[in-house]
């Protein structure tokens, strides 16, 4: 839950004193430790039994044939280590936490309130030009996220 907040949420760009933290670092690495130290009965359903993940992994492969082939290698190796990489253990993590209607209830309220702290950041920061948060969500993002969020 900790992973979402911080991850999809980025409440660390709006909070002063967590601006120089890697929270999302800090949250992936406890989430793997977290996993690794799980009892092994907990984690029953193998990732590769849902068809998503088969997909992703299958992207994931494609990129990375693809990075010798392509025009700049060093962004396509880049991006492939770098960015989908964390998707995928985001993803991974994800789908290994929750294993009951329950957990899935705590997982939504955690996104629920990512989206509230943004909402109320947004509307509360004063800032007279169009809406963001932080530097990474401008506000088309900011709409997106908070429209896919809602329902």
Same mark, same amino acid.
């Given at each position: 839950?900790?992973?979402?907040?911080?991850?999809?949420? /980025?409440?660390?760009? @709006?909070?002063?004193?967590?601006?120089?933290? %890697?929270?999302? /670092?800090?949250?992936?690495?406890?989430? +793997?430790? #977290?996993?690794?130290?799980? &009892?092994?009965?907990?984690?029953?359903?193998?990732?590769?039994?849902? &068809?998503?993940?088969?997909? +992703?992994?299958?992207?994931?492969?494609?990129? #990375?044939?693809?990075? $010798?082939?392509?025009?700049? &290698?060093?962004?396509? @190796?880049?991006?492939?280590?770098?960015?989908? !990489?964390?998707?995928?253990? @985001? @993803?991974?993590?994800?789908?290994?936490?929750?294993? =009951? %209607?329950?957990?899935?209830?705590?997982?939504?309220?955690?996104?629920?309130? !990512?989206?509230?702290?943004? !909402? #109320?950041?947004?509307? =509360?920061?004063?800032?007279?030009?169009?809406?963001?948060?932080?530097? =990474?969500?401008? %506000?088309?993002?900011?709409?997106?996220?908070?429209?896919?969020?809602? $329902?």
């Amino acid at each position: 839950m900790l992973l979402v907040i911080v991850w999809i949420g /980025k409440v660390q760009e @709006f909070v002063p004193f967590l601006v120089g933290i %890697p929270m999302a /670092k800090i949250a992936m690495a406890l989430g +793997l430790l #977290l996993y690794v130290l799980a &009892p092994k009965e907990s984690i029953h359903i193998p990732i590769l039994s849902f &068809p998503q993940s088969k997909y +992703l992994l299958g992207i994931f492969t494609l990129g #990375l044939l693809s990075i $010798p082939y392509s025009v700049w &290698p060093k962004a396509s @190796f880049d991006f492939m280590f770098l960015g989908l !990489a964390k998707i995928l253990i @985001f @993803f991974f993590l994800f789908i290994k936490a929750i294993h =009951t %209607p329950e957990d899935l209830k705590k997982m939504s309220w955690a996104l629920i309130l !990512a989206i509230f702290l943004m !909402a #109320l950041y947004t509307v =509360t920061s004063g800032v007279q030009r169009r809406m963001s948060v932080g530097g =990474t969500y401008d %506000p088309n993002d900011l709409a997106m996220i908070m429209s896919m969020a809602i $329902p």
